[in-house]
Every structure is written in C-alpha cells, then in structure tokens.
C-alpha cells in the first residue's frame, strides 16, 4: 500500500494524507474502516469510480458535498449488495423487481419513494422523498460493500461538473489531498454513469447512462417516459453543466477548424478516436478517459465527431452535450 504526498485540503481547515489502497483483504480492511468513520474512500464500479461514504452518517455523506463542490439539492446514489437489502431503504414495486431481475448486479439505478424510518442521512436523497438506489457489478465495490455492510452512497469521485473518473489516476489528480483514501480496482469497463429509471410514478429514464433504454423498454414491455431538462431536478446527473474538461467542446464536428482537437468517432483522422470501428460500446468505455487524455494534450477547443444517438449512443450524446454546455 503507498500514500501520496499530502495536499490543502477543502473539507475543513486540515489536510487529508489521500492512501492509495490496494483490493486485496488488508485494503479492503482499511477502506471499510475508514467508511465507519466518518471518512470518504473512492472504489472502483463498473460505470466509474464512486466516491464513498457511510449514507448513514450526516457528516459523511456532508464531505462528499464538500470534497466534490457539488450543490447540495443534487441526490446521492446509495450502493447496496443485495436486493433485499435494497427493499430495506425502498418501497418496492412490481416494475422494480422487473428491473433487478433483469439488470442487478449491473449499471441501473432504480429511484423509488424511501421507506419511513430508513436511517439514511436526508442529505442522501437532498430532501426529496425519493431514494436513488443500486447494486454494482464491480467485484471491488461488491468486496467493499460487503465488508463494510452498511449501505454506501457515492457519487462519481471527481470535482463537481468535471470529467467522470474511470481509472483510480483520474480519481488522484482529482481529489488528492480532500479525501481519505482511493480504494486501486483498475479500469472501470463500461466507461459511462448508471442509468437512471424513476418508479415513484410511471417509469421514466432520468438519465440515459451504461444500459440502454432499448433494454429496459424491452424488460418493461413497452416504451417509457423520458426527462426533459425543463422538469425539476430529481436524481443525479441531471444538471445543465456537468462532465465538462477544460476547453470548450464543439458537437457533431465534421471538419475541423483552427486550434481544435478532434475526438473522433468512426473511420475519421482524430487527435483520439472513441472508437474508430464506430462501435458505442467501445466509445462508451473511452468516453471519460479520452476527454481527460485531451484535457491533458492541453486542446483550445475539443471537436466532437457525430455519434449515432441510439443504444449506448444516447447516453454518450448526453453526456457531450452536457459537457460542451455553458459553464455557470
């Protein structure tokens, strides 16, 4: 296990030494200690990696808010390991148990009314009577979640509004110095957030993300709802602005003008290219890493090939338009 030189820290007037953990018995340990508390560790999904903290705890889950700079209106997702467990903080329906069955373990998150009495700290849900809820693939994070056995939410462990982390080097460069500790599970493999399926009324995709609409249409049995960006905030991901790098980004790029960078997709010439064979799957898993790697060449302005906005397409092309949004 190593540690990374001490950095200023932005959750209180101390710094925080930022251990690197390893996923093994000792580390897996050391973060669940770490969790109980009080403090906040990064682990590893298979969407992206999370940044973690006892959903029990009202000042855990505060440093998130404070580590990320994320609004505190802006709901949490609580990780659990099982969907008996889950049915502990939710109100269960039919469509639910559709859903798990189908795509728990995986990257779905189901937003159902919280149960009265469920423990979780009210800033989880940022007061709406609604609880984010999941139950990741990831064997790091199922490892994590059932040494610690309680219920964890994390956010994605980046800054608030910048490139989503998907190896535990973006989670460093990020959050050094303002969080306990980063649990090391390598690369995530689907690349892109949850999606994100309401219940609390009729079902609706709250935001398109690492399984596609398609298949849970499919699992339902017809089409469901879609949020517009007009309707009010009700779970994460849904802000204007968000997964945004450095330079400004310009959507469906087919040319390419002074000073740009262009992140392609398809048989185009690319500074980066999400996937040259024009597959969503593989563009999907590039997405963040390739925005981070053109953060890192320093582009003036990042051009963005056209991206097909079907399947994983859809999610991707969320996630553009968020990041070439207007900064607040």
Not at 157 to 173: D, F, L, M, R, Y
Not at 280 to 300: K, P, S
Request: glycine residues 10%; charged residues 20%; aromatic residues 4%.
């Amino acid at each position: 296990m190593g540690a990374v030189p001490e950095k200023r820290s932005v959750t209180g007037d101390r710094d925080v030494e930022t251990q690197i953990l390893k996923p093994d018995m000792d580390g897996y340990a050391r973060a669940a200690a770490t969790l109980a508390k009080g403090q906040l560790v990064a682990f590893p999904t298979e969407t992206v990696y999370g940044l973690g903290a006892d959903a029990r705890n009202d000042m855990a889950v505060a440093r998130v808010f404070e580590a990320k700079g994320r609004p505190r209106f802006n709901p949490l997702i609580v990780h659990v390991p099982s969907v008996a467990v889950a049915k502990t903080y939710a109100v269960w329906t039919d469509e639910a148990d559709r859903l798990a069955s189908a795509f728990w373990p995986g990257p779905l998150t189901l937003v159902l009314p919280i149960r009265p009495g469920s423990g979780l700290s009210p800033l989880v849900t940022a007061d709406l009577p609604t609880l984010a809820i999941r139950i990741p693939e990831h064997a790091v994070a199922r490892h994590l979640l059932d040494t610690f056995g309680s219920p964890v939410a994390a956010p994605s462990a980046n800054p608030s509004g910048k490139i989503s982390p998907t190896c535990a080097t973006h989670v460093e460069a990020g959050l050094s110095g303002r969080i306990a500790a980063i649990l090391d599970g390598g690369d995530c493999d689907v690349g892109l957030e949850s999606t994100i399926v309401g219940l609390s009324e009729g079902p609706t995709l709250l935001r398109p993300g690492g399984l596609p609409l398609e298949a849970i249409e499919a699992a339902l049995g017809g089409p469901i709802d879609v949020y517009q960006s007009s309707d009010p905030l009700t779970a994460p991901g849904q802000m204007t602005s968000h997964y945004a790098p450095g330079a400004p980004v310009r959507l469906n790029a087919t040319d390419l003008r002074e000073g740009e960078m262009l992140l392609g997709f398809g048989p185009v010439e690319a500074t980066v290219n999400l996937s040259p064979a024009g597959d969503l799957t593989e563009a999907a898993a590039n997405l963040f890493g390739h925005l981070h790697a053109m953060d890192a060449l320093a582009a003036q302005t990042i051009a963005v090939s056209p991206i097909p906005n079907h399947g994983l397409g859809r999610a991707i092309n969320d996630r553009l338009r968020r990041a070439a949004a207007p900064r607040p």
